[in-house]
């Protein structure tokens, strides 16, 4: 995953980085391999990035350095091309309109056949990242507005896609036609206009949340900034929107597709509740992502909650393992249990989701060491089984452990004493009150889009 913001501030907003910096590092849950920020005086552009967290690359100096109006920011998880500071985002390149810079959150998935193209051009890529894609069509267009250049570049590519893309006067937002990445639009309290991937960016900086960004939809912002031209790429698709966005990846506090995470997420534990009862004495979440979904599970079977799994929320993306074997100590290190609430008791541990089970199986050891009496797994979505092609980094079709046992097989292998998934059907029909298509690509291996 990734996540975008962009910033056209209004009559008060004169650094639009700062701006920018807080939403980026609001969306930090989108991705964690680098962050960058481009601003904009309008006349030059500026840009500050680098490999790591925003808190680790931007600091006060380096925010200094970003002055202007207008600015974007990009926070990248790899899922085309390395975690290299050549594939750091927003990317900048000379065009005919102009430096122009381009954050993305997506993944073509015709990258081969286009970047072969363009190579034949004499093109030389700079990065390894299918972004560069869309910025090298635009820097190569013969049209003569860079909105124009932009939508005969989208033309050229098939995928999923939400960009914020900016030369020195413009502002652009645009959403794939199929929907798949959310992308949405606030407005600044001076009369500015946000766009961010999640509106929890919005809340951060106060922006108030207008709406979405339509699939197809192509937002500029140019001129006095007070107003938006809006207009929509040919050859509308049915909405797929990413349903696993509402599950697992957006933050609990945001408002994705026309749902309230928490909330969806919440209903998802009731659904499991109503279709998958347990006989137990306590409900225990899976920190963070479970919470929501053990509300829902204990609302509906009147099982109380207990916060016996304990997270630690300091652990770095590396650490010294001691010399001395532990067992586990990778769960061990950002997990612990409290006996005392366990011992003895029969317990549900409510889960997202499990993709491997590999975590799932050494956190029920855990329990289980702590002295439960049994313990029931209960997963508050289906089982995927096919990796994601539009803008999420997921494991191989072989990695899925739902791909090679069946959920009695999972069931022995994780050792738990009952183990039930969410149906599809149950997924579904929490997630269609708000009346629109998904991708479920990852639960039916039926794709939207033809892989090239």
């Not at 992308?183 to 001076?190: E, Y």
């Not at 494991?395 to 009952?418: F, G, L, M």
Request: net charge neutral; aromatic share 8%.
């Amino acid at each position: 995953m990734c996540g975008i913001v962009g910033v056209w501030g209004g009559s008060i907003t004169t650094e639009a980085s700062i701006f920018a910096y807080l939403g980026s590092y609001a969306q930090q849950h989108r991705g964690q391999a680098s962050a960058g920020v481009v601003s904009s005086d309008e006349e030059y552009l500026y840009q500050e990035a680098g490999v790591g967290r925003v808190r680790e690359i931007f600091t006060e100096e380096r925010l200094k350095r970003l002055p202007g109006r207008i600015a974007i920011g990009h926070n990248r998880y790899a899922t085309t091309g390395d975690t290299g500071a050549c594939n750091v985002q927003p990317l900048v390149a000379e065009t005919p309109f102009g430096r122009v810079a381009l954050a993305h959150n997506g993944n073509l998935v015709n990258t081969s056949s286009v970047r072969q193209m363009l190579t034949e051009r004499g093109v030389l890529f700079k990065s390894t990242t299918d972004t560069e894609i869309i910025l090298q069509l635009i820097a190569t267009s013969k049209e003569e507005t860079l909105l124009a250049a932009l939508r005969k570049a989208l033309m050229e590519v098939e995928g999923a896609y939400s960009l914020v893309v900016m030369n020195a006067k413009e502002l652009i937002a645009v959403r794939d036609p199929r929907g798949f990445r959310p992308l949405c639009i606030g407005t600044l309290a001076d009369g500015g206009h946000v766009f961010a991937s999640e509106t929890c960016a919005l809340d951060l900086i106060e922006a108030i949340h207008v709406r979405d960004v339509l699939p197809g939809e192509i937002v500029q912002v140019y001129g006095d900034g007070k107003n938006m031209y809006c207009s929509f790429l040919p050859g509308m698709e049915r909405q797929r929107a990413c349903l696993f966005e509402l599950v697992y990846f957006a933050r609990p506090d945001s408002n994705v597709f026309g749902h309230n995470v928490y909330v969806t997420r919440k209903a998802f534990g009731a659904q499991l509740a109503r279709e998958a009862p347990a006989r137990a004495d306590i409900i225990v979440p899976v920190p963070d992502s479970g919470v929501p979904a053990a509300l829902g599970f204990s609302e509906v079977s009147g099982i109380p909650i207990e916060h016996a799994l304990i997270r630690n929320h300091y652990v770095g993306r590396t650490f010294i393992e001691p010399t001395q074997s532990i067992r586990h100590f990778g769960v061990k290190v950002k997990h612990n249990v409290i006996r005392r609430v366990i011992f003895g008791k029969r317990v549900v541990v409510v889960d997202d989701s499990i993709v491997r089970g590999t975590t799932s199986k050494k956190l029920i050891e855990m329990i289980r060491n702590a002295g439960a009496r049994e313990v029931h797994v209960r997963v508050s979505s289906p089982p995927p089984r096919e990796p994601c092609y539009y803008g999420i980094n997921t494991p191989t079709r072989e990695e899925y452990i739902a791909n090679k046992h069946t959920v009695a097989e999972i069931c022995q292998y994780i050792n738990a004493d009952s183990l039930v998934y969410l149906s599809y059907q149950g997924m579904l029909e929490v997630a269609q009150k708000v009346p629109q298509g998904y991708c479920t690509t990852c639960w039916t291996s039926i794709h939207p889009i033809r892989i090239l």
